[in-house]
Protein backbone atom coordinates (compact mmCIF):
# COMPACT_ATOMS: atom_id res chain seq x y z
CA UNK A 1 0.00 0.00 0.00
CA UNK A 2 2.62 2.38 1.13
CA UNK A 3 4.78 1.70 -2.50
CA UNK A 4 1.23 1.98 -4.15
CA UNK A 5 0.57 5.33 -2.43
CA UNK A 6 3.72 6.66 -3.09
CA UNK A 7 3.60 5.76 -7.15
CA UNK A 8 0.32 7.82 -7.33
CA UNK A 9 2.07 10.79 -5.43
CA UNK A 10 4.92 10.39 -7.86
CA UNK A 11 2.89 10.25 -10.79
CA UNK A 12 0.83 13.58 -9.67
CA UNK A 13 4.05 15.08 -8.81
CA UNK A 14 5.48 14.39 -12.64
CA UNK A 15 1.81 15.62 -14.22
CA UNK A 16 1.94 18.90 -12.47
CA UNK A 17 5.51 20.01 -13.25
CA UNK A 18 4.17 18.65 -17.25
CA UNK A 19 1.68 21.20 -16.79
CA UNK A 20 2.51 23.44 -14.80
CA UNK A 21 3.75 27.16 -16.88
CA UNK A 22 6.36 28.76 -17.79
CA UNK A 23 7.71 32.01 -18.78
CA UNK A 24 10.50 34.51 -19.46
CA UNK A 25 10.37 38.39 -18.83
CA UNK A 26 11.92 41.52 -19.37
CA UNK A 27 11.85 45.45 -19.26
CA UNK A 28 13.76 48.80 -18.64
CA UNK A 29 10.98 50.23 -16.62
CA UNK A 30 12.21 48.55 -13.41
CA UNK A 31 12.10 51.58 -10.83
CA UNK A 32 14.09 50.68 -7.93
CA UNK A 33 15.14 52.50 -4.72
CA UNK A 34 19.08 52.29 -3.99
CA UNK A 35 20.30 55.15 -3.25
CA UNK A 36 18.85 58.51 -3.08
CA UNK A 37 19.40 58.87 -6.59
CA UNK A 38 16.76 56.64 -8.04
CA UNK A 39 16.76 55.63 -11.17
CA UNK A 40 15.49 53.05 -13.70
CA UNK A 41 16.88 49.50 -13.99
CA UNK A 42 16.48 46.77 -16.54
CA UNK A 43 15.55 43.18 -15.48
CA UNK A 44 15.47 39.98 -17.32
CA UNK A 45 13.39 37.00 -15.11
CA UNK A 46 11.94 33.75 -15.22
CA UNK A 47 8.85 32.81 -14.15
CA UNK A 48 6.98 29.33 -13.48
CA UNK A 49 3.47 28.81 -11.74
CA UNK A 50 3.20 25.91 -9.97
CA UNK A 51 0.15 25.72 -8.82
CA UNK A 52 -3.88 27.42 -10.22
CA UNK A 53 -2.86 30.30 -7.82
CA UNK A 54 0.85 30.95 -7.12
CA UNK A 55 3.96 31.50 -9.02
CA UNK A 56 7.44 32.04 -7.99
CA UNK A 57 10.18 33.77 -10.30
CA UNK A 58 13.89 34.81 -10.15
CA UNK A 59 15.12 38.43 -11.42
CA UNK A 60 18.51 39.18 -12.67
CA UNK A 61 18.15 43.46 -12.14
CA UNK A 62 20.99 45.82 -13.28
CA UNK A 63 21.09 50.12 -13.54
CA UNK A 64 20.83 51.43 -16.86
CA UNK A 65 23.72 53.27 -17.83
CA UNK A 66 22.34 54.59 -21.39
CA UNK A 67 26.19 56.36 -21.51
CA UNK A 68 28.24 54.02 -20.16
CA UNK A 69 29.75 54.91 -16.31
CA UNK A 70 28.22 58.54 -16.28
CA UNK A 71 28.25 60.60 -12.75
CA UNK A 72 25.85 62.32 -10.99
CA UNK A 73 27.50 66.10 -9.19
CA UNK A 74 26.87 66.61 -6.01
CA UNK A 75 25.79 70.16 -4.59
CA UNK A 76 28.06 71.65 -2.26
CA UNK A 77 28.74 70.42 1.18
CA UNK A 78 31.51 70.97 3.34
CA UNK A 79 33.78 68.01 5.38
CA UNK A 80 37.15 68.97 7.46
CA UNK A 81 37.28 72.68 6.65
CA UNK A 82 37.08 72.23 3.26
CA UNK A 83 33.95 72.83 0.80
CA UNK A 84 33.19 69.64 -1.22
CA UNK A 85 31.88 68.79 -4.68
CA UNK A 86 31.87 65.48 -5.89
CA UNK A 87 30.97 63.55 -8.55
CA UNK A 88 29.42 60.11 -8.25
CA UNK A 89 28.69 56.52 -10.48
CA UNK A 90 27.09 54.05 -9.83
CA UNK A 91 26.88 50.24 -10.36
CA UNK A 92 24.26 47.70 -9.59
CA UNK A 93 23.54 44.35 -10.49
CA UNK A 94 21.45 41.70 -8.14
CA UNK A 95 19.48 38.84 -8.13
CA UNK A 96 15.67 38.71 -6.78
CA UNK A 97 13.74 35.65 -5.95
CA UNK A 98 9.76 36.43 -6.09
CA UNK A 99 6.53 34.29 -4.73
CA UNK A 100 2.96 35.24 -5.54
CA UNK A 101 -0.57 34.43 -4.41
CA UNK A 102 -3.30 35.03 -7.00
CA UNK A 103 -6.11 36.71 -5.14
CA UNK A 104 -8.60 37.11 -8.24
CA UNK A 105 -9.84 32.92 -8.14
CA UNK A 106 -9.76 32.68 -11.83
CA UNK A 107 -6.38 31.03 -11.91
CA UNK A 108 -2.54 32.69 -12.28
CA UNK A 109 -4.45 36.08 -13.82
CA UNK A 110 -5.62 39.46 -12.23
CA UNK A 111 -4.66 40.84 -9.19
CA UNK A 112 -1.85 39.17 -6.79
CA UNK A 113 0.65 39.77 -3.62
CA UNK A 114 3.40 38.01 -2.84
CA UNK A 115 6.75 38.86 -1.04
CA UNK A 116 10.39 39.31 -2.96
CA UNK A 117 14.02 38.65 -1.52
CA UNK A 118 17.42 38.75 -3.15
CA UNK A 119 20.71 40.92 -2.61
CA UNK A 120 22.38 43.67 -4.81
CA UNK A 121 25.83 44.60 -5.18
CA UNK A 122 26.16 48.14 -5.33
CA UNK A 123 29.60 49.95 -6.42
CA UNK A 124 30.06 53.82 -6.02
CA UNK A 125 32.86 55.64 -7.51
CA UNK A 126 33.41 59.02 -5.70
CA UNK A 127 35.70 61.96 -7.21
CA UNK A 128 35.71 64.88 -4.91
CA UNK A 129 37.03 68.03 -5.70
CA UNK A 130 37.88 70.53 -2.35
CA UNK A 131 38.12 73.95 -2.02
CA UNK A 132 39.36 76.00 0.80
CA UNK A 133 39.62 79.81 0.10
CA UNK A 134 40.73 80.71 3.79
CA UNK A 135 44.29 79.51 3.70
CA UNK A 136 46.59 77.67 1.12
CA UNK A 137 46.59 74.20 2.24
CA UNK A 138 47.18 70.99 0.35
CA UNK A 139 44.56 68.35 -0.86
CA UNK A 140 43.50 66.08 1.95
CA UNK A 141 44.06 62.74 1.98
CA UNK A 142 40.63 61.83 2.33
CA UNK A 143 40.06 63.69 -1.24
CA UNK A 144 40.65 60.83 -3.68
CA UNK A 145 39.17 58.60 -5.86
CA UNK A 146 37.72 56.07 -3.77
CA UNK A 147 35.47 52.93 -5.18
CA UNK A 148 33.99 51.27 -2.61
CA UNK A 149 31.47 47.60 -3.48
CA UNK A 150 28.82 46.98 -0.65
CA UNK A 151 26.16 44.26 -0.38
CA UNK A 152 22.60 44.39 0.44
CA UNK A 153 19.52 42.27 1.06
CA UNK A 154 16.48 44.02 -0.06
CA UNK A 155 13.28 41.75 1.19
CA UNK A 156 10.06 42.79 1.45
CA UNK A 157 5.91 42.78 -0.27
CA UNK A 158 4.72 43.06 -3.69
CA UNK A 159 1.19 43.66 -5.17
CA UNK A 160 0.44 43.72 -8.74
CA UNK A 161 -1.66 43.00 -11.47
CA UNK A 162 -0.59 40.10 -14.03
CA UNK A 163 -2.38 38.41 -17.42
CA UNK A 164 -2.73 34.86 -17.53
CA UNK A 165 0.69 33.47 -18.79
CA UNK A 166 -0.21 32.36 -21.98
CA UNK A 167 2.33 33.12 -25.15
CA UNK A 168 2.79 37.25 -24.32
CA UNK A 169 1.85 38.32 -20.80
CA UNK A 170 2.66 41.36 -19.08
CA UNK A 171 2.95 42.40 -15.29
CA UNK A 172 2.25 45.62 -13.38
CA UNK A 173 3.76 45.38 -10.02
CA UNK A 174 4.47 47.94 -6.69
CA UNK A 175 6.63 46.87 -3.86
CA UNK A 176 8.05 48.33 -0.71
CA UNK A 177 10.52 46.47 2.16
CA UNK A 178 13.87 46.84 3.36
CA UNK A 179 17.46 47.06 2.34
CA UNK A 180 19.10 44.86 4.70
CA UNK A 181 22.77 45.66 5.77
CA UNK A 182 22.30 49.10 4.84
CA UNK A 183 24.02 50.55 7.82
CA UNK A 184 26.98 48.74 7.64
CA UNK A 185 27.48 49.26 3.77
CA UNK A 186 26.86 53.53 4.52
CA UNK A 187 29.93 53.61 7.37
CA UNK A 188 32.76 52.15 4.36
CA UNK A 189 31.47 55.40 2.47
CA UNK A 190 33.26 58.66 1.88
CA UNK A 191 32.59 60.69 4.80
CA UNK A 192 31.97 63.71 3.19
CA UNK A 193 28.93 61.85 1.27
CA UNK A 194 25.34 63.89 1.18
CA UNK A 195 22.07 62.02 2.31
CA UNK A 196 21.35 61.14 -1.68
CA UNK A 197 24.37 59.15 -2.06
CA UNK A 198 23.91 57.14 0.49
CA UNK A 199 22.18 53.52 0.64
CA UNK A 200 18.59 53.56 1.87
CA UNK A 201 17.39 51.39 4.76
CA UNK A 202 14.07 51.60 3.22
CA UNK A 203 13.19 50.90 -0.81
CA UNK A 204 10.47 50.99 -2.96
CA UNK A 205 10.35 49.23 -6.60
CA UNK A 206 7.50 49.48 -9.33
CA UNK A 207 7.68 48.12 -12.72
CA UNK A 208 5.86 47.08 -15.78
CA UNK A 209 7.21 44.18 -17.41
CA UNK A 210 6.38 42.01 -20.96
CA UNK A 211 6.86 38.50 -21.48
CA UNK A 212 6.46 35.21 -22.88
CA UNK A 213 4.73 31.75 -20.94
CA UNK A 214 4.77 28.17 -22.14
Not at 85 to 109: E, I
Not at 118 to 126: C, K, N
Request: charged share 15%; aromatic share 14%.
Amino acid sequence: MKIRTAFVLLVCLISNAVHAQWGVRATTLHFEQQTGRSGLNWLLGLDHDPTDRTSIGLDFISHINLFGETADRSEPTEYGGYEVLYNVARSVKGLQFRSTYFLSGHGNAGFYMGTYAGFRSIALQVDPNVYNTSTVAPVPNWARRTTTSSMVFPVGLRWGLRSEMDEWYQDIYFAMGVQLGSGSANATLPPFLIAKDELKAFSIQVGYVLGFGW
